[in-house]
């Protein structure tokens, strides 16, 4: 008698969730009830073209309340003894004091007077002085064979002309870094001791790693002004996020004996912490801190549009002034300094702890590195008084490459333009163009629902939930159709980056050689900074669209490739030799064994391929896009905050909401395939 009882329990419970059509069809009448019911007259929503325009009655002024407030903010804002704008003055004073003291030791020296008058009274760290002190800590943190290299970085700044506006970069980082990493780890330390900070602190890191860069720019430049500063205060919360996220990962891993250790030893909580936990966490914080580095650097350019200089203003002018040469020096310029400092802080990260010995050793033998590079400091300094080239790299020994990169590009222009004017013709009008009309056609009430819908099936009521309330701020806001030309060329661009990074990613696996290869191929793509990539592919194919698609593709094609092999590789090699020992052929053992297992890893890196789509697409409105990146930018341009905050949120919920799906269909994949719980992540 229980059995059958069971049954129609369980029964009824699998009929009491609506069903999807059900669900489908309840939005979409919920729509054009409201819509009905706000309009001024029936006849108006009983009209077809409500369904692709969005009424105005729809629509609210976020963005004008939001301008409103941060003129308020500005302006009248007083916090008893101080204003806020006080306070912006006070904090933009004390990051410029370290900032004003780097650049005085790498670029401009100490200088006494203002104008005509100003005297340098103490130069500059020379150029060999920078090189060698470099090296040294290259030496330091790993072998000769890195400090050899990290030296050739930098010189390669001095002989091809870039080591001014290099040093001002550097500065910029120097700064930067320590502020992002420091910020960072503290509120990492908050989230793994306290999990309701935590859970409060996960949102809002969502949202500062999906917020496109320049909205990130918008209220900084109206709260701190145009200058060096406001791109420091960019540059640490664009940077900071990851450095979080790894701190409380890295604490959380750290093994339960050593925190028992501590516990038995009679540790306070801070000296768990910093004496225990944190020193334990040390080689996972330190790719916090690699992150946090490889971060700023990206940043650079965006950031010198709001004064920060340096490298980035160099490629920043050059893209303005079509200077190809110029711009790609630059850019090169900006990926040997990453690839320089990232290898240094990838060496800090695996090198080994110390060795003490039983007897203390003299301070210049505890610390030859910095004796040494004091020694080449003075010794280059005095020297330059006398022989200027030891202070300065001579102007007449440095090389360019602009020329050549001018006459490649106008070559290839010249010669194969029929060619590049077919292929970009052929993608406009039998891909682009169609897809993009598709999707403004689609009428916005079954968008959402179709969304909804999908975040019902995948994710139940939450995800749903989740799904509905993101796109209907964007709905309300009136930004639908830029959101529509913005997930069209996210999606367009997606499909090529994995038509493209799957085959590679699954050659990488399959093939050590290749994989070097294609791994030398990615790690450059990933270095170059993503204003780089419009530089050429402007040159070569104009502005519009399919430029705008190139950019997008070539930026966001490493984690295809990375996921790609990682969960080709991944897999549990017994799976693959049964379905050998089965009789399977290579193909079938890839189609029918790795393709499958590997597909939740191959989904999140699709997810990656999209977060990277769009922070690019909102670079790439500078050459002519007509989506949600044109308003942030537009926005940028007028330092309106309301409009560039509603924008950048707009493109962040739409990577938030891909985000959700393609997770929960990874984790659906992994529970199917028996590789983990459904409920895991």
Not at 48 to 69: E, Q
Not at 167 to 183: F, K
Not at 204 to 210: A, H, K, P, R, Y
Not at 235 to 263: D, Q
Request: net charge positive.
């Amino acid at each position: 008698m229980a059995e059958p009882a069971l049954d129609t329990a369980a029964s009824k419970a699998k009929a009491l969730p609506v069903s999807p059509a059900a669900l489908t069809w309840l939005l979409l009448g919920v729509a054009t009830f409201v819509l009905a019911h706000t309009s001024r007259d029936l006849s108006k929503a009983l009209d077809a073209r409500w369904l692709v325009k969005v009424p105005r009655d729809l629509r609210v002024s976020v963005k004008d309340d939001i301008s409103t407030f941060m003129s308020w903010l500005v302006e009248d804002a007083h916090f008893g003894l101080f204003s806020f704008t006080d306070l912006t003055r006070g904090i933009a004073w004390l990051l410029e004091q370290p900032y004003e003291l780097a650049k005085a030791v790498l670029v401009s020296g100490f200088v006494q007077g203002l104008g005509d008058e100003a005297v340098q009274w103490l130069p500059p760290l020379s150029w060999i002085a920078v090189v060698f002190v470099v090296a040294a800590i290259g030496h330091y943190a790993k072998s000769i064979g890195l400090a050899v290299f990290v030296g050739l970085c930098f010189l390669y700044l001095a002989i091809f002309g870039q080591w001014e506006s290099a040093m001002v970069t550097l500065a910029s980082i120097l700064i930067a870094v320590p502020l992002g990493v420091g910020g960072g780890l503290l509120l990492g330390i908050a989230g793994y001791r306290w999990r309701w900070f935590d859970r409060m602190l996960t949102p809002v890191l969502d949202l500062m790693q999906t917020v496109p860069i320049f909205a990130y720019l918008v209220p900084i430049l109206f709260l701190f002004g145009f200058g060096p500063v406001s791109a420091l205060v960019a540059t640490v919360i664009y940077a900071m996020p990851p450095m979080v996220r790894i701190t409380t990962l890295a604490l959380r891993g750290v093994p339960s004996e050593i925190r028992e250790f501590g516990t038995m030893v009679g540790c306070t909580g801070r000296q768990m912490t910093w004496r225990v936990l944190v020193p334990s966490a040390m080689p996972g914080l330190m790719v916090g801190v690699n992150q946090v580095i490889m971060l700023s650097l990206n940043m650079v350019i965006i950031a010198s549009m709001i004064g920060a200089g340096g490298l980035g203003y160099d490629v920043l002018t050059s893209l303005r002034r079509l200077d190809i040469g110029g711009g790609l020096e630059a850019g090169v310029a900006i990926v040997v300094l990453a690839i320089a400092l990232d290898r240094l802080s990838q060496a800090f990260v695996n090198r080994p702890p110390p060795e003490h010995g039983e007897t203390a050793p003299s301070f210049a033998k505890r610390h030859p590195y910095t004796l040494a590079a004091l020694a080449v400091i003075l010794a280059t300094g005095l020297l330059g008084l006398v022989l200027p080239a030891l202070q300065s790299y001579p102007a007449t020994a440095q090389i360019t490459t602009g020329a050549f990169w001018e006459n490649l590009v106008q070559t290839i222009n010249v010669n194969y333009f029929d060619q590049l004017e077919a292929v970009k013709t052929f993608m406009v009008l039998n891909l682009l163009v169609p897809v993009k009309r598709f999707l403004l056609g689609v009428p916005w009430p079954w968008f959402i629902a179709l969304v909804t819908l999908a975040g019902w099936q995948l994710g139940r009521w939450k995800l749903a939930l989740l799904c509905f309330l993101l796109s209907g701020f964007i709905l309300v806001n009136g930004l639908w159709q830029d959101a529509m030309e913005t997930i069209y060329l996210c999606g367009v661009s997606v499909l090529i980056a994995a038509l493209i990074g799957i085959p590679l990613g699954i050659v990488a696996a399959q093939n050590d050689k290749a994989g070097r290869v294609i791994g030398g191929f990615i790690d450059t793509l990933q270095t170059l900074p993503s204003f780089v990539y419009l530089i050429p592919v402007v040159m070569l194919f104009r502005v519009g669209d399919f430029t705008a698609m190139i950019a997008v593709v070539l930026y966001a094609l490493a984690p295809a490739v990375r996921y790609t092999a990682h969960g080709i590789r991944s897999i549990d090699p017994q799976l693959v030799e049964a379905g050998t020992v089965s009789g399977c052929t290579r193909w079938q053992l890839l189609w029918r064994i790795k393709l499958p297992l590997a597909l939740p890893e191959i989904m999140l890196g699709i997810n990656q391929t999209i977060m990277l789509a769009l922070s690019m697409l909102v670079i790439t409105a500078l050459v002519g896009t007509r989506d949600l990146g044109q308003e942030v930018y537009i926005a940028l341009t007028k330092a309106d905050t309301g409009r560039g905050i509603v924008a950048g949120l707009s493109v962040a919920f739409i990577a938030i909401i891909a985000d959700r799906l393609i997770a929960a269909g990874a984790r659906r994949a992994r529970a199917r395939l028996g590789l983990a719980a459904e409920g895991g992540r």
